[in-house]
């Protein structure tokens, strides 16, 4: 069997425009619509931009996928070489990147406010589950319980070190390790809009992962980001209109480690179990670095600590959505 270790596509931009590298076409007036698409820590990334000057558009979208590629060199836990393989790896990162400790103070941070529904440290289990589904012949009930308990062992927010005057990052635990892929698509989006606003772009639509809209259309209208069906992703259940925001959506069905889809990427680090595969919700916040991660908490989050995890980490609504549609909606 085969395992999607890529993200499947669950929010859409409605009416946007067809995927090139970089495409240039008429928008409302003189402005016209730059887009780019390409990959962002394994998930589709696009950019989507209106200039009246090519040159300047196709400079400021080089300067983005250079801040794309120099975020992903600290991010990405399928490169080896990035920062945080080799924490990872060796169980400390001294000199760590200042992006590393921005992003994994804010991941700590929403440990402790969701206590513990939203763990960083949650890596040692995605192992055990991609291992156990990627073996072969493997048993369709999942992993042992007792080979859980064990990676379960060494899972726990409050074992990673954090030292920002030192520069210095380190577990307090062998066999630990971290992944930032809940927050790290948000964070990289947060960059890239920097990016194109100090080359003087002011309206756009930023997705490396997680989608972010800067200001309105060239003709005052809002962006439209459309909420796909968990089962079938090429159609819209639900459709928000957004300006000056991130959206950032966690479900079930981003990966599913087995063909019947009983088990998924978001593990419930309390119980070592894995959420749903056809629940999906979307985190609405003034930022990606908000948003994201936020949103994978939620999903786990128990129903009476939605509302008071989302307003304690600056989300603004969140979204729930099965095949059948929105089936809840939650308010800071």
């Not at 069906?229 to 599913?256: H, I, Q």
Request: some cysteine; overall charge neutral.
């Amino acid at each position: 069997m085969s395992i999607p270790l890529t993200r499947r596509r669950f929010i859409t931009f409605v009416a946007a425009a067809a995927g090139l590298p970089l495409l240039l076409k008429e928008a409302s007036g003189e402005a016209k619509l730059a887009r780019w698409d390409g990959t962002s820590l394994g998930a589709p990334a696009s950019i989507q931009l209106f200039h009246s000057d090519e040159g300047q558009a196709r400079r400021a979208i080089d300067a983005a996928q250079a801040e794309l590629q120099r975020l992903e060199a600290i991010f990405s836990v399928y490169r080896a070489d990035s920062a945080i393989s080799a924490l990872n790896r060796d169980g400390v990162l001294e000199n760590a990147p200042d992006d590393f400790i921005a992003l994994l103070t804010r991941a700590l941070t929403l440990a402790k406010i969701s206590d513990g529904v939203y763990d960083p440290s949650v890596q040692p289990l995605w192992q055990l589950y991609f291992r156990h589904f990627t073996a072969a012949r493997p048993d369709p009930a999942g992993p042992s319980r007792q080979a859980i308990a064990a990676m379960l062992a060494k899972v726990d927010w409050r074992a990673v070190e954090v030292d920002a005057g030192r520069r210095r990052i380190a577990f307090a635990r062998p066999g630990m390790g971290l992944t930032l892929n809940g927050g790290g698509q948000g964070y990289i989006t947060d960059r890239v809009v920097d990016v194109l606003r100090a080359h003087g772009f002011d309206r756009m639509l930023v997705d490396m992962g997680e989608p972010r809209a800067v200001s309105v259309k060239p003709d005052g209208s809002a962006w439209r980001i459309g909420i796909s069906n968990p089962a079938d992703p090429s159609r819209t259940v639900a459709t928000l209109e957004v300006v000056d925001k991130c959206v950032a959506t966690s479900g079930g069905y981003g990966t599913l480690f087995d063909e019947a889809g009983a088990f998924t990427h978001l593990i419930d680090t309390r119980t070592g179990g894995t959420a749903p595969a056809l629940l999906g919700v979307s985190v609405l916040a003034d930022s990606g670095i908000i948003a994201d991660g936020l949103s994978a908490a939620m999903l786990l989050a128990p129903v009476k600590q939605r509302q008071r995890i989302l307003a304690a980490a600056g989300g603004q609504k969140a979204i729930y959505v099965t095949p059948a549609g929105v089936v809840a909606v939650v308010e800071a």
